[in-house]
């Protein structure tokens, strides 16, 4: 299984990016995937998931501005960033449960300056 993120890059404070993973594998196959990111001097922490069936779930600073979805028909999860502030700035990963097995995809960086 491969998971390839993309959509990173430099954002001004208040403006939106819209990361991307693409999956080898159908994304329905997995049992969660999710979002997670690492800022500067901070550990990795989820910012976000969605199961098959929809359910979503949200770290506290992300809820109203971050939104997850999956695209079963591209094999695709995606996350739309608005309201962007500096400290959202991270090395971004995606990252998928299936079975018994996790799988992450490369970082993607977002730079979010005020």
């Known amino acids: 299984v491969q998971l390839q993120a993309s959509g990173g890059g430099p954002v001004q404070a208040g403006g939106s990016l819209r990361l991307s993973c693409a999956s080898s594998?159908?994304?329905?196959?997995?049992?969660?995937m999710g979002w997670f990111r690492q800022g500067p001097g901070k550990q990795r922490e989820l910012v976000a998931s969605?199961?098959?069936?929809?359910?979503?779930f949200y770290v506290d600073s992300v809820k109203d501005r971050f939104a997850i979805s999956i695209d079963n028909a591209k094999n695709t999860m995606s996350l739309e960033m608005n309201s962007l502030k500096p400290e959202d700035t991270a090395v971004y990963f995606c990252?998928?449960?299936?079975?018994?097995?996790?799988?992450w995809g490369q970082g993607t960086l977002v730079t979010v300056s005020s």
């Open positions: 969605v199961t098959p069936d929809g359910t979503t």
């Open positions: 990252n998928g449960q299936r079975g018994p097995s996790i799988y």
């Open positions: 594998h159908r994304v329905v196959s997995f049992n969660v």
